[in-house]
């Protein structure tokens, strides 16, 4: 289907100031989800290194980051990682690199749906000590996809404005909180958390999966580089403010929810529904749970915002290069949203969120295995991104030794390493997630071989920017 002259709306330029960049970054981030929940997943194999992982895991995401920030200083399109490779390397290796965007933007809004479900049952449960159907997470699963697309469709403002007052107010209380259990827990606190303890490397390294994955909004910033005012200037700025608050809040809440609960303890932490809910009533009380509580839920609604955001945008960018159908690339007339992109693979998502739900048992289980397919596409889209810097900064002469030369390797390093942890030794069901992530390796290649290369415009994909 092509695009004529008239659909060729385009997104709305220069609405996103630096501000409300860096915080919707934060955002999208949610760093209570994390505090809150997501910490389950990682001190079930971290046990008392936890906040050793989120120290880690802040120093991989800041280096590859580097990368993100050397290429938006130059280069400014929704395509984000997918424009980056394909001016460093090619337009085929910047494909790759789209396609293992899109694997891990829509899994990773299946995750977060499912995940928002997960976590009203499991509140619900918390609160009134009754249990409801497991099918209740999937139909606010279904509720919450519906809500953030019905915002965005209308418009980014209107998402981006939502996201920066609940962004603030979100990232205030955890410090607070966290600040208040340390203080409460004076002859708990130790340096010995900040050890690899007896997880050993082998525990930190596969909590760097869900560790990784808690960054993960900090790329929503590069995929409004459209979208932002003066995005050269402001989108790197964005994302090193985005990273380090974030790490800053990771490392101080999970300290706090360690020496609260007990680091000797940890195995039977990662045994609880809300971990942090649990130490935030013992320690606090009711009243900042409840309000924890709220909190998490607007976290979980703008991570899916955000990621929805990364989705729409990647695809839309690539359908105007001619690599996805031609459809996805156009913007609504009036809103100036990718509405078609938006409507097709937020429907994508929400496929994949059923068809994991109800193959993969327990539920909590289910909402595991899509974290970690989204991670695992993360980490080929940034260690590809990675490499690409180093022949881009040679080709236009602007090639240093450790920014553009040492810390692309060493990121990709780093992260390589998280994704050998999530396949060996295989555990059910994550190992699922490494296989799929190679069944869509041969498949996109196979596409770029059989169709890609039949174009006569090939050169110029990926190419564009502001």
């Not at 984000?80 to 090619?90: K, L």
């Not at 997470?137 to 919450?144: A, C, N």
């Not at 971990?275 to 509580?293: C, D, H, N, R, S």
């Not at 991570?303 to 990647?314: D, F, K």
């Amino acid at each position: 289907m092509e695009i004529s002259e008239k659909e060729m709306v385009e997104l709305k330029r220069g609405t996103i100031p630096l501000s409300k960049l860096a915080v919707q970054g934060l955002a999208v981030i949610g760093p209570s989800i994390t505090a809150a929940i997501l910490i389950t997943g990682i001190a079930g194999v971290a046990l008392s290194a936890t906040p050793l992982v989120f120290i880690i895991a802040t120093v991989a995401i800041l280096i590859n980051a580097n990368t993100a920030i050397q290429y938006s200083k130059k280069i400014a399109s929704s395509g984000g990682f997918f424009t980056y490779a394909s001016h460093g390397i090619g337009p085929r290796t910047g494909i790759m690199a789209g396609f293992y965007q899109l694997f891990y933007n829509i899994n990773n809004v299946a995750f977060l749906a499912l995940w928002n479900g997960y976590f009203l049952v499991s509140i619900y449960s918390f609160f009134t000590g009754n249990g409801v159907s497991s099918y209740t997470m999937l139909l606010v699963g279904f509720i919450t996809v519906a809500f953030y697309f019905l915002i965005q469709y209308f418009g980014i403002k209107k998402a981006i404005n939502f996201n920066f007052v609940t962004g603030l107010i979100e990232a205030a209380f955890l410090v607070i909180i966290s600040i208040i259990i340390i203080l409460l827990s004076p002859s708990s606190n130790t340096a010995y958390v900040f050890t690899p303890g007896s997880a050993g490397i082998g525990g930190v390294g596969l909590g760097m999966i869900l560790a990784l994955l808690s960054f993960g909004g900090y790329t929503t910033v590069v995929s409004l580089s459209e979208e932002a005012k003066e995005p050269k200037k402001n989108v790197g700025k964005a994302i090193i403010f985005t990273i380090i608050l974030a790490g800053f809040i990771f490392v101080l809440t999970s300290y706090a929810l360690t020496i609260g609960w007990g680091y000797n303890n940890m195995a039977n932490f990662a045994l609880l529904p809300l971990p942090g809910f649990t130490v935030v009533k013992a320690k606090i009380g009711i009243i900042p749970t409840i309000i924890l509580g709220i909190i998490v839920l607007s976290s979980n609604l703008n991570a899916v915002n955000g990621q929805m955001v990364n989705l729409s945008r990647v695809a839309y960018r690539m359908s105007r290069d001619g690599i996805l159908p031609k459809s996805l690339g156009k913007a609504h007339p009036r809103y100036q949203t990718p509405y078609i992109s938006l409507i097709a693979l937020t429907l994508i998502s929400t496929v994949i969120m059923v068809i994991v739900f109800l193959l993969v048992t327990p539920a909590i289980e289910a909402v595991f295995l899509l974290a970690t397919m989204a991670t695992v596409g993360t980490i080929m889209v940034h260690s590809i991104t990675n490499i690409s810097l180093i022949p881009y900064s040679l080709k236009n002469k602007d090639f240093k030794v450790f920014i553009t030369g040492l810390l692309p390797v060493l990121g990709t390093i780093l992260i390589l390493y998280a994704l050998y942890a999530s396949i060996w030794p295989p555990i059910y069901p994550y190992f699922i997630a490494p296989v799929l992530l190679i069944v869509w390796t041969v498949i996109c290649i196979l596409y770029i071989v059989l169709v890609i290369n039949k174009k006569t415009n090939i050169e110029e994909i990926g190419k564009f920017t502001l």
